[in-house]
DNA sequence: TTAGTATATTCATAACTTCGCATGTACTCA
DNA sequence: TGAGTACATGCGAAGTTATGAATATACTAA
């Protein structure tokens, strides 16, 4: 196996792994909160409406990843997108779902939240 | 609860699965061989040398979100991206890939194909 | 019809992901 | 020092995904 090969599959790999990472509507609603600049923790947490060790697992991932980086102040801990071609990307995705609107109610259908009535 | 607010759920959920569906080494290949036009699945066999029920099983995942789209001719049945912005978020990754090459040489190490990690 | 080729599906198992809860760490301020 | 805030981590249950092996379906050609 040549080393171009090689090459082509670890890139294919470093791909699948940052599409694993932002394959989860949390971590989406996270990328577009810090579109337009980096945000403490503690607001994500109020913006996303998710319980703290949940928001800080799903950072963790986005972290491990580097697509968001971080940096203390005090007490708090600011998360920003590392790299705005991602948001480019999100924008493309959402190109990409009105162009097939019609086609995708019935996925959609089937994307209702789990179980979810109201309260 | 507002109905923008439950459309953009929508929307994030609908990103979320096209990129579970791309999150996969296999299927980006997949992907880039369609680059260029459809291909039977005989050759999406020959040039990604997997199995052929897990090649099916791949293209099974890509057909069910509608990223490839099918068609018979006699024996054989082609395959092709239903929509070219898919191959426009590759190349953003590529070049985000690429921007990032020495800092996401950790990361690759760790992306070696399975059980070839060592202690 | 039968044999052969191309593709899809089913099944079992293993590996991974997600969540809530409990706990741990790090910092601030009195 | 101690109490409080902000965030991270470890754990276990439940759900999801990936794989190879076996099998099924659909079409072609003799």
Redesign the interface.
């Known amino acids: 196996m040549n080393i171009l090969t090689r090459m082509q ?12 990472a ?4 949390t ?3 996270i990328i ?1 909160a810090l579109r337009d600049g980096e945000l403490p923790s503690s607001r994500l947490m109020a913006l996303l409406k998710v319980e703290q060790p949940n928001l800080s697992q799903h950072l963790a991932v986005l972290r491990a ?2 697509i968001v980086v971080n940096r203390k102040v005090g007490n708090q801990v600011y998360y920003a997108v ?2 705005p ?2 948001i ?3 924008d ?6 009105n ?2 609107l019609a ?2 109610k019935a ?2 259908g089937e ?1 209702a ?1 789990r179980g979810r009535r109201r309260p």
Chains 1, 2 share one sequence.
């Open positions: 599959d670890a890139l294919r790999r470093f791909k699948a792994q940052i599409f694993q932002l394959a989860h509507p971590r989406i609603a577009e990843k580097h590392r790299d071609v991602l480019d990307v999100l493309l995705l959402r190109k990409y779902f162009s097939h086609e995708t996925m959609l994307m939240p």
